[in-house]
């Protein structure tokens, strides 16, 4: 009799503790963390402003330090990781934040945004030219931005065009462009659409959806919205003052929420029936009584 063979996650967090700060002034954000995103999957993390979910997202980004516990990516240590490897992960680990307007250096073209993680390892071919004012960029580059350009749905001549050019959405897109530019295995999406109005919200969720099946990406995304993760993820994570109190398949953990805090979470999401509305608040405020 065979075997089954189990896919190993390509990233595991196991104790994950994070504190801000020394001493008496020490701030736990999140202890005791455990969670786990498959080759392909996306793991929604979900929690109120707070709640320590960006923290992880950091962690994993290594973007702070970690106090206690592991961060493993396809089996590698990388938690305490050295400077050298962590610049190397993000060739395979990239990040896309929740401001499209601030991720942005607006005195840079996006032709100069998007190549500069390919100068930055060493992925440039021979120039092609170039001026005293600007390096040469090879043709290796171009081909490699108006990919990336394409694939987000943008026209190649967006290229040459400054970020205050572009709205809210496009600016996203160009972000998410400037993640696959190295060809990462897994994408941290930090509240990537918070910011954007509820049908462009649509359209990069769309996009991020279309990009994981053609490429085969992995997300950890993080939200404090229940009612979108069914759009996006195929598991869920519930954080609630720095610890995950349920998790699951996003189907159950909405449809039958098992934690206090989760069934409080999504009594809070707005319906269009003020009787109905009025009655998720008096429930969530019953269930949040409870957890104090």
């Given at each position: 009799?065979?075997?089954?063979?189990?896919?190993?996650?390509?990233?595991?967090?196991?104790?994950?503790?994070?504190?801000?700060?020394?001493?008496?002034?020490?701030?736990?954000?999140?202890?005791?963390?455990?969670?786990?995103?498959?080759?392909?999957?996306?793991?929604?993390?979900?929690?109120?402003?707070?709640?320590?979910?960006?923290?992880?997202?950091?962690?994993?980004?290594?973007?702070?330090?970690i106090s206690a516990g592991t961060v493993r990516f396809d089996g590698e240590d990388i938690g305490r990781a050295p400077a050298r490897r962590r610049r190397e992960?993000?060739?395979?680990?990239?990040?896309?934040?929740?401001?499209?307007?601030?991720?942005?250096?607006?005195?840079?073209?996006?032709?100069?945004?998007?190549?500069?993680?390919?100068?930055?390892?060493?992925?440039?071919?021979?120039?092609?030219?170039?001026?005293?004012?600007?390096?040469?960029?090879?043709?290796?580059?171009?081909?490699?931005?108006?990919?990336?350009?394409?694939?987000?749905?943008?026209?190649?001549?967006?290229?040459?065009?400054?970020?205050?050019?572009?709205?809210?959405?496009?600016?996203?897109?160009?972000?998410?462009?400037?993640?696959?530019?190295?060809?990462?295995?897994?994408?941290?999406?930090?509240?990537?659409?918070?910011?954007?109005?509820?049908?462009?919200?649509?359209?990069?969720?769309?996009?991020?959806?279309?990009?994981?099946?053609?490429?085969?990406?992995s997300y950890l995304f993080v939200t404090h919205d229940l009612a979108l993760i069914r759009h996006v993820a195929a598991r869920v994570a519930v954080l609630h003052?720095?610890?995950?109190?349920?998790?699951?398949?996003?189907?159950?953990?909405?449809?039958?929420?098992?934690?206090?805090?989760?069934?409080?979470?999504?009594?809070?999401?707005?319906?269009?029936?003020?009787?109905?509305?009025?009655?998720?608040?008096?429930?969530?405020?019953?269930?949040?009584?409870?957890?104090?």
């Amino acid at each position: 009799m065979s075997e089954e063979r189990v896919e190993r996650p390509l990233l595991e967090v196991r104790g994950l503790r994070v504190d801000y700060g020394r001493g008496r002034r020490r701030t736990t954000a999140v202890d005791g963390v455990d969670l786990d995103v498959g080759p392909g999957e996306t793991l929604a993390l979900v929690g109120e402003s707070g709640s320590g979910k960006s923290t992880i997202g950091n962690a994993v980004l290594g973007l702070v330090p970690i106090s206690a516990g592991t961060v493993r990516f396809d089996g590698e240590d990388i938690g305490r990781a050295p400077a050298r490897r962590r610049r190397e992960l993000t060739a395979e680990i990239q990040a896309v934040f929740q401001d499209p307007y601030g991720s942005l250096n607006s005195m840079r073209t996006i032709r100069q945004t998007l190549v500069e993680p390919l100068i930055a390892h060493r992925r440039l071919g021979g120039p092609t030219g170039g001026t005293t004012k600007e390096p040469a960029e090879p043709a290796s580059a171009r081909s490699q931005v108006e990919a990336a350009l394409h694939s987000v749905g943008l026209d190649p001549d967006a290229a040459d065009r400054y970020p205050g050019e572009f709205s809210g959405g496009q600016r996203q897109r160009i972000a998410v462009a400037r993640a696959l530019m190295l060809r990462p295995r897994l994408i941290v999406c930090d509240e990537p659409t918070s910011a954007l109005d509820l049908s462009v919200q649509a359209q990069v969720l769309n996009l991020l959806t279309t990009l994981q099946r053609e490429l085969g990406l992995s997300y950890l995304f993080v939200t404090h919205d229940l009612a979108l993760i069914r759009h996006v993820a195929a598991r869920v994570a519930v954080l609630h003052r720095g610890a995950v109190v349920e998790t699951g398949p996003v189907d159950r953990v909405c449809d039958r929420p098992e934690h206090p805090y989760t069934q409080a979470l999504l009594a809070a999401a707005p319906v269009p029936d003020p009787v109905v509305q009025r009655g998720r608040r008096e429930a969530r405020a019953a269930a949040l009584a409870g957890q104090r």
